[in-house]
């Protein structure tokens, strides 16, 4: 049986919520081994003169824990 645990993550982009969801898992895969999944749990963007300025996105990431054998 595997043990699996969540981060919540915040990122953002200026090119899409695809890319911002990309650099939440890079940016986890930093510290956390066994990434399994991503989940996007809230999308929003802020806009400037009527342009979608930055791309924003609330995520939960699991990853599986080593097991101590």
């Not at 981060?7 to 990434?35: F, G, P, Q, Y």
């Given at each position: 049986?595997?043990?699996?645990?969540?981060?919540?993550?915040l990122a953002?982009?200026?090119?899409?919520?695809?890319?911002?969801?990309?650099?939440?898992?890079?940016?986890?895969?930093?510290?956390?081994?066994?990434?399994?999944?991503?989940?996007?749990?809230?999308m929003q963007?802020?806009?400037?003169?009527?342009?979608?300025?930055?791309?924003?996105?609330?995520?939960?990431i699991t990853?599986?824990?080593?097991?101590?054998?």
């Amino acid at each position: 049986m595997a043990l699996l645990k969540v981060v919540e993550v915040l990122a953002e982009s200026s090119d899409s919520w695809e890319d911002a969801a990309r650099k939440a898992v890079a940016e986890a895969a930093r510290t956390v081994r066994h990434i399994r999944s991503i989940y996007v749990e809230n999308m929003q963007a802020t806009v400037a003169d009527g342009r979608i300025e930055r791309y924003r996105i609330n995520a939960k990431i699991t990853f599986e824990v080593e097991a101590d054998d």
